[in-house]
């Protein structure tokens, strides 16, 4: 009995996995919002942000798209395939 629950805790935790979203790419869909911007990048900058800590740090330090012109080379690089035209 108890390896059917446990089975089925996994397999519920794997199917929802997904649903949940990273701290920096929530940010990113509302900062999107704000600012009527696209958000198809976010789930591609949610991954950087939470993949590298600097880049996360900066991500959320936004308050208007312009800062991201003040960004350091390796935040950019970071996050420039997740704004180049595929």
Not at 26 to 44: M, S
Not at 62 to 82: H, I, M, N, R, V
């Amino acid at each position: 009995m108890n390896k059917i629950i446990l089975s089925a805790l996994v397999a519920g935790a794997a199917i929802a996995a997904p649903a949940f979203a990273s701290e920096t790419e929530d940010f990113c869909v509302a900062f999107a919002g704000e600012h009527d911007l696209g958000t198809e990048p976010c789930a591609c900058v949610g991954e950087a942000g939470e993949a590298d800590a600097d880049v996360k740090e900066a991500i959320l330090a936004l308050t208007s798209p312009d800062e991201t012109e003040s960004w350091d080379q390796s935040t950019k690089d970071a996050l420039a395939s997740c704004f180049s035209a595929g």
